[in-house]
T-cell receptor
């Protein structure tokens, strides 16, 4: 039981390049989330999904796209990377009840040069 | 925007001492959660307290919730060097399953 797995763990991109971050969970959770964490800013929600085939915008969605084609996977895409997107990205999942905690992956550290 | 705000931003104590950190929030909540984040790792859930609960314990952790003051506290008793981490509170409000996180308290426990 791996929980939440994020791929890759580290990546360096050049401005304008695109890439996809993968999040996979094996807990059959309905809800999945993508956050970014910057120094002194806490966690900010980028996009989230309440079930297979659904996605919604969070607090800071600009410059990112997401897809949830399979229940266990939630993909985060950077269309044209910018230095402002240098951050640590965390994926989380949760059962479909508000009295359940979120489970987090260990993050993807992304640097955009 | 952050719903919860932790206080203090940083806390430095000696091993064996108690550590207390606080979380204040703005709107009514369904529940409040505390998470720990070790350096370079993801967040790990510690305790969830519902809005109709006032206190919960888990091992050396004690969480209180005062909905009239819109605040919560996390107490770690007899701290250990391994407790060194950042601690975040998160709140669930209304019909949303989207927790809102604070900026965190950085705890350093000196051996």
């Amino acid at each position: 039981n791996a929980g939440v797995t994020q791929t890759p763990k580290f990546r360096v991109l050049k401005t304008g390049q695109s890439m996809t971050l993968l999040c996979a969970q094996d807990m059959n959770h309905e809800y999945m989330y993508w956050y970014r964490q910057d120094p002194g800013m806490g966690l900010r929600l980028i996009h989230y999904s309440v079930g297979e085939g659904t996605t919604a915008k969070g607090e800071v969605p600009d410059g990112y796209n997401v897809s949830r084609l399979k229940k266990q996977n939630f993909l985060l895409g950077l269309e044209s990377a910018a230095p402002s997107q240098t951050s640590v990205y965390f994926c989380a999942s949760r059962l479909q009840w508000s009295y359940q905690p979120q489970h987090f992956g260990d993050g993807t550290r992304l640097s955009i040069l | 925007s952050q719903q919860g705000e932790e206080d203090p931003q940083a806390l430095s104590i000696q091993e064996g001492e108690n550590a207390t950190m606080n979380c204040s929030y703005k709107t009514s909540i369904n529940n409040l959660q505390w998470y720990r984040q070790n350096s370079g790792r993801g967040l790990v859930h510690l305790i969830l307290i519902r809005s109709n609960e006032r206190e919960k314990h888990s091992g050396r952790l004690r969480v209180t919730l005062d909905t009239s003051k819109k605040s919560s506290s996390l107490l770690i008793t007899a701290s250990r060097a391994a407790d060194t981490a950042s601690y975040f509170c998160a709140t669930d409000s209304g019909g949303s399953y989207i927790p809102t996180f604070g900026r965190g308290t950085s705890l350093i426990v000196h051996p």
